[in-house]
């Protein structure tokens, strides 16, 4: 079975902090993906990432950076928390072809306060 | 662009009612499609998906039929259960990026 994995189910953090979120998937997927998902909105892409060291910005990049060091593992960094990303953090890998789904890790919940 | 559209929700339905969740879709070129399903307090899991034109994807008594004619996806069921209670989102694929509906929250009442 495929599995992602987020480093925290919950976090909670101060306005102006650095955040890291971290995403590893163990199935050698080329693609890498972070979402956010607030009520009524659905699932907002931030950032994917298509091969290790590259990275394309999605629909709602500000606020945001990622970094992808290695295959495996995708990493969402909030430079400096603000309250209005209080959200579900979602990550998802999928290997490389158009008919492929998503995996998806089980989600972290980020409280900025 | 690409975009999907789903029903909005929430539903509300008695055990063994029959389900129907509608989505339709604007692609260029020819997208796969999913139905993705959330649990309470967890991430997304596939559901079924669908390729081609005239596909049908089927899992756990669901499925939908890639209709290209109608540009639609619709997910069924026939006779709901307490435990299919969740929001359910549809997807396209083209080439790298995945594009959502908003979901459609369903209860399922005893």
């Known amino acids: 079975d495929v599995k992602v994995t987020q480093s925290s189910r919950y976090l909670v953090k101060r306005t102006g902090e650095k955040v890291f979120l971290e995403c590893v998937q163990d199935m050698d997927h080329e693609n890498m993906f972070w979402y956010r998902q607030d009520p009524g909105l659905g699932l907002r892409l931030i950032y994917f990432s298509y091969d290790v060291k590259m990275k394309e910005k999605g629909d709602i990049p500000e606020g945001y950076s990622v970094s992808r060091e290695k295959k495996e593992r995708f990493s969402l960094i909030l430079e400096s928390a603000s309250t209005n990303q209080t959200s579900m953090y979602l990550c998802?890998?999928?290997?490389?072809?158009?008919?492929?789904?998503?995996?998806f890790g089980p989600g972290t919940r980020l409280t900025v306060t | 662009g690409n975009s999907v559209t789903q029903m909005e929700g929430p539903v509300t339905l008695s055990e063994e009612a029959f389900l129907t969740i509608n989505c339709t879709y604007t692609?260029?070129?020819?997208?796969?499609l999913f139905w993705y399903v959330q649990y309470p307090g967890e991430g997304l899991q596939l559901l079924l998906k669908?390729?081609?034109?005239?596909d049908k994807g089927s899992n756990k008594g669901f499925e939908a039929t890639y209709r290209k004619e109608t540009t639609s996806f619709h997910l069924e069921k026939g006779s709901v259960q307490v435990s299919d209670s969740a929001v359910y989102f549809c997807a396209l694929s083209t080439g790298n990026q995945f594009y959502f509906g908003t979901g459609t929250s369903l209860t399922v009442i005893p």
């Open positions: 998802a890998s999928r290997p490389g072809t158009m008919a492929d789904e998503q995996y």
């Open positions: 692609a260029t070129g020819y997208p796969s």
């Open positions: 669908a390729t081609k034109a005239d």
